[in-house]
């Protein structure tokens, strides 16, 4: 059974910043599909950055310029760097991981709030 495990949400100020982390319990070289998708209460879950093919990245445009994915690859981990958080980044952040066409994974979730 494929295990992700997401940390580093917290609560941030206005203009701060948080990194996400996602440890996967198997290789993330090239999957199908993965990413960072969040969700507030009574809306749907919404990507905000994911990369396809291992290769090809793409951000919402609520967060271009402001949030950037990177992973390590000998580690297993997909990271997401969110550099001046804004309030209406608060929600729920989780971790996607589509090894191939046939099947998807989730984290568990990491609560993400920005107040002052």
């Known amino acids: 059974q494929v295990q992700l495990v997401e940390s580093g949400g917290g609560w941030v100020q206005p203009g701060g910043s948080l990194r996400l982390s996602c440890a996967a319990s198997v290789s993330i070289f090239s999957p199908y599909i993965m990413g960072w998708y969040r969700q507030t209460p009574g809306n749907e879950r919404e990507a905000v950055a994911t990369i396809i093919g291992g290769r090809v990245v793409n951000y919402a445009d609520s967060v271009e310029g402001r949030f950037t994915l990177s992973r390590d690859n000998a580690k297993n981990t997909l990271y997401l760097q969110m550099d001046n958080l804004q309030p209406e980044d608060t929600a729920v952040y989780y971790c996607?991981?589509?090894?191939?066409?046939?099947?998807?994974?989730w984290g568990q979730g990491t609560q993400v709030t920005v107040s002052s």
């Open positions: 996607r991981l589509t090894p191939d066409k046939r099947r998807t994974y």
